[in-house]
């Protein structure tokens, strides 16, 4: 099964995720499973049962890319991000990840696309956001519209742009 | 007895929930500061709720905490509708008992296997204990799944849900859902026999100290969202007369208040109210602890993890309990009606007593409000705990184990120190 998460709050900035998901319907085959999930910490591992390849869709917070800026991490580049502290309001996604690997829950395929987005919203910073969406939903049906297949990220749409994890060193993808 | 200076500075807690950090200065084999740091920004929430209409309330409080909304949520039901002279029929304070089994299942099952149970097994944090442990760790994540499937019945989202409102709930779940929901809680049930079994066989370190209890105590059931504030020094008292025996204070070291009972430290949470209700419990879970061979009450804080797992146990016999009577209502809520007043409610969040008091006008605009949290009702006996554990565990350990076994003591008491962040009073000398 193939499946996408939009992940974050429903609201702000942060429902980015939301928005790409909601606007992914009609747009891929009816057997890819849309979905939203609002902040799930551990829970997200649960997610994880029966699914081939997974694509998770998050608002980034990063000083080092502008907002807009489609990013796109693979599974290593996010397990290996330095670890926050461990809350009691939950792991945060590199601790969850690597949890699930621990746990051998990881799907086959699981690729994270998230857009830079910036707590001020300017005109620009907006207008900006709202182009890398419109481009990220482009991509990801593109991705899932049979263009690609799992197993088959050669031509991933997203590799080769300027990708980096919040917090951390700029990461050079394949 | 060592005769080295040490001193430990943990700059920033992990496994806790908020910016916290301790520091510990030994002299001559002696504690000379030990202080707990809370310097998470003060959050303004009863600043925010003034103003407020009453129905706002339930979802502003809400947003205090991520973990334990639903405690929030509740504490402040209760109170205006105390101030408004409502009383809720049965059906909304049975499904508020079932909403509240929702919030202690997700927060105990996490932190019992992510964030506690990693001090007693030896690793640095769950990632590493999944390694050795997949199974126990697998257990955790489905307890707190379920803990949240089951906010979502009534609140609409596990994350802040949206179902409450004064006076009940603005949806009944359909009968349905509720049958789907039991079915998932009986074959849960296992899991937490297992919890509780697993959680008695860990490890513990044999430390008794002397504590004061403070908890909630309903007539009949385990508390949770209703009762009188009683402790084991034989304090026996209606919620409203909580400000008459109960008194907070800042700290030049702290954000968030510390509370003392009649001027001394005690414990709320769920080593305190099992202490204090173990008539109270579901038999099932009464055998359960019982055939633990491990005492109750029990003067180990240590054993709030097994508390924590018991609670486990009953959050899903009495949702399960509760839910196999459910009848969809003909209106989920009472209607209210506002009148100026003051009013005091209490509930039982996983953390412990939850205490909230609000003034309002006629209109039910809030004027006033008061809100204490559980973690700042453990403050000090947080540091009273560190000091004397400190001291029996061996002042000549080296650092990293008493900076271990320093973190372990806090970790304990599950702090939220999110939660517990106040506004800072400002003393202004001028000459």
């Excluded at chain 1, 499973?33 to 994880?48: C, E, F, K, N, Y």
């Excluded at chain 2, 202690?104 to 050795?132: I, N």
């Excluded at chain 2, 049958?179 to 998932?184: F, I, K, Y």
């Excluded at chain 2, 003591?409 to 939660?419: A, F, G, L, T």
Aim: charged share 25%; glycine share 8%; with cysteine.
């Amino acid at each position: 099964m193939i499946r996408v998460i939009g992940l974050g709050s429903p609201f702000g900035a942060d429902r980015l995720g939301w928005d790409v998901v909601e606007r992914l319907h009609g747009r891929v085959p009816a057997a890819v499973h849309l979905m939203t999930l609002d902040r799930p910490g551990v829970a997200l591992i649960s997610w994880m049962d029966n699914v081939d390849w997974l694509i998770l869709v998050d608002a980034v917070v990063t000083e080092r890319s502008p907002p807009g800026r489609v990013l796109h991490f693979a599974p290593e580049q996010i397990r290996h991000n330095p670890a926050g502290t461990l809350s009691s309001h939950g792991l945060n996604l590199p601790q969850t990840l690597r949890l699930a690997s621990t746990l051998g829950s990881l799907p086959r395929r699981l690729d994270l696309f998230g857009v830079v987005v910036d707590a001020c919203r300017t005109e620009n910073s907006r207008h900006g956001i709202a182009t890398g969406t419109t481009q990220l939903i482009a991509q990801l049906a593109a991705m899932l519209g049979g263009e690609h297949r799992p197993d088959s990220a050669s031509d991933d749409p997203a590799r080769g742009s300027a990708v980096q994890i919040p917090s951390a060193s700029p990461i050079k993808t394949s | 007895m060592t005769e080295r200076s040490v001193s430990i500075h943990v700059p920033a807690m992990t496994r806790v929930e908020g910016e916290g950090a301790l520091r510990l200065r030994i002299e001559q084999g002696e504690i000379e500061e030990l202080a707990l740091d809370i310097f998470e920004p003060p959050r303004y929430f009863e600043k925010f709720l003034e103003g407020r209409r009453y129905q706002e309330v339930i979802d502003i409080v809400a947003r205090i905490c991520g973990i334990c909304p639903i405690a929030y949520q509740m504490s402040a039901a209760n109170a205006l509708e105390s101030a408004f002279g409502l009383v809720a029929d049965d059906w909304v304070r049975t499904m508020r008992r079932v909403f509240y089994c929702g919030e202690w299942l997700q927060s105990h099952a996490l932190h019992v296997h992510l964030l506690a149970a990693p001090d007693f097994l030896g690793f640095d944090s769950v990632v590493g204990m999944a390694e050795k442990h997949p199974e126990a760790v697998r257990r955790g994540l489905r307890l707190q799944a379920l803990g949240n499937e089951l906010i979502s019945l009534l609140g609409g989202r596990s994350v802040h849900p949206v179902g409450a409102r004064v006076g009940g709930f603005f949806r009944a779940p359909r009968q349905i859902e509720v049958s789907q929901m039991l079915a998932r809680l009986r074959t849960a049930l296992p899991d937490a026999e297992e919890l509780v079994q697993w959680s008695a066989g860990l490890a513990m370190p044999d430390d008794p100290q002397t504590f004061t209890c403070v908890a909630l105590r309903h007539i009949e059931d385990y508390p949770m969202a209703e009762g009188r504030i009683v402790s084991d020094s034989g304090l026996d008292i209606a919620v409203e007369a909580f400000d008459e025996h109960f008194a907070e204070e800042h700290r030049p070291q702290s954000t968030a208040l510390f509370a003392r009972l009649h001027g001394e430290p005690y414990l709320v949470g769920p080593l305190a109210r099992l202490n204090l209700n173990l008539d109270r419990l579901p038999e099932s879970s009464r055998r359960l602890l019982a055939e633990t061979g491990i005492t109750f009450p029990s003067r180990n804080m240590f054993h709030s993890l097994l508390a924590r797992a018991i609670e486990i146990h009953v959050a899903l016999v009495e949702a399960t309990r509760l839910l196999e009577d459910y009848r969809e209502p003909a209106r989920p809520y009472l209607d209210v009606r506002p009148q100026a007043g003051q009013g005091c409610g209490a509930s039982e969040a996983p953390r412990g007593l939850l205490w909230h008091r609000y003034q309002v006008d006629e209109k039910g605009v809030i004027r006033n409000a008061r809100i204490v949290p559980p973690t700042s009702q453990n403050q000090a006996r947080i540091e009273v705990d560190l000091r004397r554990s400190l001291r029996h565990f061996g002042l000549e350990h080296d650092d990293d184990a008493l900076r271990l076994r320093a973190e372990t003591v806090i970790r304990n008491y599950d702090p939220c120190i999110s939660c517990a962040t106040h506004f800072l009073q400002l003393e202004v000398k001028r000459k």
